[in-house]
């Protein structure tokens, strides 16, 4: 007995045909919608050639798409990196053995985890404006960074916590009998664990980021999007041009996704070698 059979009935042959008309069904119903889309768009001229030939021109990219591109993964970047670091604290702090300090990093967690990130972005950019504490012309890119950083970081925060959860009691009770204490179990054998475990969420949280930096365009912060709607705008070329941009993010995800997974395979074949390691030097340090 398998764990499909344990955890649901497996369908019949029915209900299998059942599923197999429903998926052809949906498909036809998207190509159907894709081809009203694009016949639609050609009817309005969008897809003839002059509409199209900025984009062969390095004036479109040296001047607009490029350096939005940039703008796009520098934000993003530094966010997701400050991101998991907020994550990581905060995560392990809802853990932590003082009353105060799971308080008040459950506090702080759920608060940015229910603000939307329009919010964010908008009071950290006025913030920002109106203050001494950044630039008048970097306002925009702090807060965009800023609110990315504060509401990815409290979901990354509430996967570690789920992730460190949902291990085996096992993995705590076995660093516990060798002496470790529980901040010790958590930190060297529960967090790497946890991290391997979640990757894949990790992975859908920095594309979330990724994508979110197109808010910026709100709070005029030149991402991508603002770069291909101005390029639209000089061009006469809008709906082309935010094509390409919307070709442009789905390339750098799936570029992404492509080197998280091979990363995460990586790194869940070293985690036991790792753990092994790690509990050895750990047994070795608390020896008299």
Do not use: C
């Not at 369908?11 to 159907?32: K, S, T």
């Not at 993964?73 to 053995?97: K, T």
């Not at 799971?102 to 603000?115: D, G, H, I, Q, Y």
């Not at 291990?167 to 470790?180: D, F, K, N, V, W």
């Amino acid at each position: 007995m398998n764990d499909h059979s344990v955890l649901y009935d497996l369908p019949g042959p029915r209900a299998l045909r059942r599923e197999r008309l429903g998926n052809v069904i949906g498909v036809l119903v998207i190509v159907a919608l894709a081809a009203w889309v694009v016949i639609g768009l050609a009817a309005k001229g969008q897809f003839d050639a002059v509409r199209w030939e900025p984009f062969v021109t390095a004036s479109a990219w040296v001047d607009y798409l490029l350096p939005g591109l940039w703008a796009t993964v520098r934000a993003s970047a530094l966010a997701v990196v400050a991101a998991f670091v907020f994550g990581i604290v905060f995560g392990l702090g809802r853990l932590s053995d003082l009353r105060v300090v799971r308080w008040v990093s459950t506090l702080v967690v759920e608060f940015f985890r229910a603000v939307p990130v329009l919010v964010l972005m908008l009071f950290f950019y006025f913030l920002g404006s109106q203050s001494t504490i950044v630039a008048p012309t970097s306002a925009a890119f702090w807060g965009v960074v800023t609110a990315l950083t504060l509401y990815n970081g409290s979901v990354v925060a509430e996967l570690v916590r789920s992730g460190i959860h949902s291990l085996p009691s096992g993995q705590r009770e076995a660093a516990l009998a060798i002496g470790l204490t529980r901040s010790r179990s958590r930190l060297l054998i529960e967090l790497p664990q946890a991290l391997a475990a979640m990757t894949p969420a990790l992975v859908s949280q920095l594309i979330v980021a990724l994508k979110d930096t197109a808010l910026g365009y709100i709070i005029t912060y030149s991402e991508l999007l603002a770069a291909g709607s101005l390029l639209g705008s000089a061009k006469a070329n809008l709906i082309p041009s935010l094509i390409v941009v919307a070709a442009l993010f789905v390339v750098i995800n799936m570029g992404l996704s492509w080197l998280a997974g091979r990363a995460a395979r990586r790194l869940t074949s070293r985690t036991s070698e790792e753990m092994t390691t790690v509990t050895g030097i750990a047994v070795a340090s608390d020896a008299p």
